[in-house]
């Protein structure tokens, strides 16, 4: 198996794993959404798909030239690179929640400028990819034929958590996208629960996004000596790090420490609420296992840090 590279240096290799059918989960070639009489098991067991988390960076800064951002920037272009191109990207953004899961269903989505207080250039930022009925069908039938009650929204736009790593990763906005809610309840379990019942979604060449940030308490950083929430910060994040990447840890107690993440050491402290941290949740339901070491930079003050998995039901 392949991973991308760890640390500053450029990814060299694309994400790669063997699938539950024995082919290649990650990036591959050629489009699969229903074929013949297969089952959608049959289907999803031989889709090829790529998983990954990431921080979207702080409001719409990164795509307005701010220096603290560079780094976050460069690393999303090079995991772009790094991976093949996908046939459509499914998103999980930290700034939508509903009560049940909702999938969006628009052809084209406008833009949602989901935040205040910036510069008037981030209200001109445009991105314009379409959307994908179809997989957004395929999402729901997933979803529901698991137990997991859902439903299309086909007014709902897409937000900064969307616009924001996608503009960079795919500046030409060609690529399909489609939206899934966060769950209103913020349960660790229902999250990983979600991204179980979407391995079944028959569609190749699908990018999973799970849109969000590793560290995300901002007030409470600035609150305290930077040595200090560094050091605290740095406490949460080893632990995340050790649980999602550790080959040794069988997916039983991988998936119970990440449903009880609150018991983290400085869990509290790096997120006061969640919503941040469980598009990884979702983003761990997907894959099924460990993931390859952290990509690219952290930037400790807005808690950026990426993260890759690839297929779905995987053991690295």
Not at 147 to 154: H, N
Not at 156 to 180: N, S, T
Request: charged residues 20%; hydrophobic residues 40%; glycine residues 12%.
């Amino acid at each position: 198996m392949e991973r991308l590279a760890a640390g500053g240096a450029a990814p060299e290799k694309a994400l790669r794993g063997e699938g539950a059918a024995g082919g290649q989960c990650g990036a591959g070639a050629g489009e699969g959404v229903g074929d013949g009489g297969q089952s959608a098991e049959t289907q999803a067991a031989a889709t090829q798909r790529t998983v990954l988390y990431l921080s979207h960076g702080a409001g719409p800064m990164p795509l307005l030239g701010d220096p603290s951002h560079r780094d976050m920037v460069a690393n999303l272009e090079r995991i772009a690179a790094a991976i093949d191109r996908p046939a459509a990207i499914l998103l999980i953004s930290a700034h939508w929640e509903e009560a049940h899961a909702r999938v969006q269903t628009g052809a084209a989505p406008p833009l949602l400028y989901d935040y205040f207080g910036f510069p008037p250039a981030a209200y001109r930022v445009q991105y314009s990819p379409p959307g994908h009925p179809e997989l957004a069908h395929l999402v729901l039938r997933a979803l529901e034929s698991e137990g997991v009650r859902a439903s299309g929204d086909d007014e709902r736009g897409f937000d900064h958590g969307m616009f924001v790593p996608l503009k960079i990763m795919y500046p030409a906005g060609d690529i399909p996208v489609v939206q899934l809610s966060l769950l209103a309840s913020l349960s660790a379990q229902e999250h990983v629960r979600l991204g179980e019942a979407l391995r079944s979604v028959p569609f190749d060449r699908l990018l999973v996004v799970g849109s969000g940030f590793s560290s995300h308490n901002i007030g409470a950083y600035r609150a305290l000596p930077p040595a200090e929430a560094r050091a605290r910060n740095g406490k949460f994040q080893r632990w995340l790090h050790d649980t999602v990447s550790d080959d040794a840890i069988g997916e039983d107690r991988r998936r119970h420490a990440l449903v009880q993440w609150e018991d983290a050491p400085e869990a509290r402290f790096c997120h006061a609420r969640e919503e941040h941290l469980l598009p990884l949740h979702v983003c761990y339901g997907v894959a099924g296992g460990a993931a390859p070491p952290a990509v690219g930079h952290e930037n400790f003050c807005a808690g950026m840090r990426t993260r890759p998995w690839a297929g779905m039901g995987l053991h690295f």
